[in-house]
């Protein structure tokens, strides 16, 4: 069994920064993603980060977040990364990361949440319209 330990969420004026960390502790995957959902909404895609020892790291964003976040990780830590800035009222939602064991090659892939196999509980990211 896998634990993912999210962390970092909270409520930030518009335009504020928050950093979101998900934690696999002894554990480490080729692909991490983090994903939202808002009330009422479907979970959606936010941003993938995809490497190996043998292949270099791709970073994959949905449109609405290039350029505000950045998804990074720490394999000595075991740790993937969400820098979120220039936060809007419509980024409201609870965020989750989740893992693949395998290398995700495209966007399409990457945005994939069925191709996700452990998930974490989700941390609430509130900014107030």
């Known amino acids: 069994q896998v634990q993912l330990i999210e962390s970092g969420g909270g409520s930030v004026q518009a335009g504020g920064s928050l950093k979101l960390s998900c934690a696999a502790p002894?554990?480490?995957?080729?692909?991490y993603g983090w994903f939202r959902q808002a009330p009422g909404k479907e979970r959606e895609f936010v941003a993938a980060?995809?490497?190996?020892?043998?292949?270099?790291?791709?970073?994959y964003y949905e449109d609405s977040v290039k350029g505000r976040f950045t998804i990074s990780r720490d394999n000595a830590k075991s740790t993937v990364y969400l820098q979120m800035n220039s936060l809007r009222p419509e980024d409201t939602a609870v965020y989750s990361c989740?893992?693949?064991?395998?290398?995700?090659?495209?966007?399409?892939?990457?945005?994939?949440?069925?191709?996700?196999?452990?998930w974490g509980q989700g941390t609430q990211v509130t900014v107030p319209s």
């Open positions: 989740a893992t693949a064991p395998s290398i995700k090659w495209s966007a399409t892939q990457a945005m994939a949440a069925t191709g996700y196999s452990y």
């Open positions: 002894g554990r480490t995957f080729d692909t």
């Open positions: 980060i995809s490497g190996s020892p043998w292949v270099d790291s791709r970073m």
